[in-house]
C-alpha cells in the first residue's frame, strides 16, 4: 500500500509561485510513476503533470507548459510540481497519484489509470 501526501499548497496573487510536494509515507515511491492531477469546482479532474521513475520522460497539460516544472528527488521520497507564472485558472485542489507502469502517453494522462492518490492540496490564485 503506498501512501501519498501533498503538501505546499495555498494562496498566491496572479503571477507567483507555488511549489507542491508529494511524499511517500511509510513507503518508497521511487519506482512508481508519479502524477500530479488538479479538480476545480464543478469541473473533472484533470491531467497536470506526470513524471517516469527514472526521470526519463515527463509530460505536460498544454495550458501548464512552459510555467510548471515536476520533479523528484527520490533521496527523499518526494515528487515536487514547481508552479510559476500562476494564473487565477490555476485554482484547484490539486493531488498527486502512483502507479508502477506506464507505456504510453495515455497511461500517464488518465486518471482511472492510476492506483494510489494523496488527500489533495487546495491551490487558490487570486487575480
Known amino acids: 500500500q503506498v501512501q501519498l501526501v501533498e503538501s505546499g499548497g495555498g494562496l498566491v496573487q496572479a503571477g507567483g509561485s507555488l511549489r507542491l510536494s508529494c511524499t511517500g509515507s511509510?513507503?518508497?515511491?521511487?519506482?512508481?510513476?508519479i502524477g500530479w492531477f488538479r479538480q476545480a469546482p464543478g469541473k473533472e479532474r484533470e491531467f497536470v503533470a506526470g513524471?517516469?521513475?527514472?526521470?526519463?520522460?515527463?509530460y505536460y497539460e498544454n495550458s501548464v507548459k512552459g510555467r510548471f516544472t515536476i520533479s523528484r528527488d527520490n533521496a527523499k521520497n518526494t515528487v515536487y510540481l514547481q508552479m510559476n507564472s500562476l494564473k487565477p485558472e490555476d485554482t484547484a485542489v490539486y493531488s498527486c497519484?502512483?502507479?508502477?507502469?506506464?507505456?504510453?502517453?495515455?497511461?500517464?494522462?488518465?486518471?482511472?489509470?492510476?492506483?494510489?492518490w494523496g488527500q489533495g492540496t487546495q491551490v487558490t490564485v487570486s487575480s
Open positions: 497519484a502512483a502507479r508502477r507502469i506506464a507505456t504510453s502517453y495515455t497511461d500517464y494522462i488518465q486518471p482511472r489509470r492510476y492506483d494510489y
Open positions: 513524471i517516469s521513475s527514472t526521470v526519463r520522460n515527463t
Open positions: 511509510g513507503s518508497t515511491i521511487s519506482s512508481y510513476i
